[in-house]
């Protein structure tokens, strides 16, 4: 299995512990932030997603309802250190699918706020979309999200935390 340390040159193998790190916190900050602007108002959620006019209203209602719970705690997962791998992929899916329904409104002609940080929905009179502004803060939070799934490894988490103690376990019963 290739590790880390085969992949980098020796300079940047001590940076990967830190950028894994940097990128949860980032990645954790960002959808706890997302999470808790909408965790208080479904309806505004729900009203959001629907601006979008991609899901069955059905759909459109549980996704929306579904994604500030979700978001908190996949903040919190990779704020804490724990499932970092898998936290790390659930939030680049969540990031393409962002990437694309933005880009698909834009597209389209629609005139609607994302509602990535609450509210959203359509926009009123005068008022202009952001999509080029959210499409690179979203493709941004992908790529830090597709390199943390490939690294996940950083300082002061859980995971890091429980591996260092299989790791001591492993060497005892040796």
Do not use: H
């Amino acid at each position: 299995m290739n590790t880390v340390a085969q992949d980098l040159r020796p300079g940047l193998r001590d940076a990967v512990p830190w950028f894994g790190t940097l990128a949860r916190l980032v990645l954790g900050i960002v959808w706890i932030v997302a999470g808790s602007a909408k965790i208080t108002d479904l309806e505004a959620s729900v009203r959001a997603v629907r601006a979008y006019r991609l899901l069955p209203e059905a759909l459109a209602q549980v996704v929306g309802a579904g994604l500030p719970p979700a978001e908190l705690l996949l903040g919190v997962l990779l704020v804490v250190g724990l499932g970092v791998r898998a936290s790390a992929v659930v939030s680049a899916l969540l990031m393409a699918a962002f990437v694309v329904g933005i880009a698909s409104a834009w597209a389209r002609g629609l005139r609607i706020d994302c509602g990535c940080f609450g509210d959203g929905g359509e926009l009123a009179a005068g008022e202009d979309p952001a999509y080029g502004w959210d499409l690179l803060r979203d493709a941004a939070l992908l790529a830090l999200s597709v390199a943390l799934a490939r690294w996940p490894r950083g300082r002061f988490g859980i995971d890091g935390a429980l591996d260092a103690r299989r790791e001591r376990r492993d060497q005892e019963e040796q």
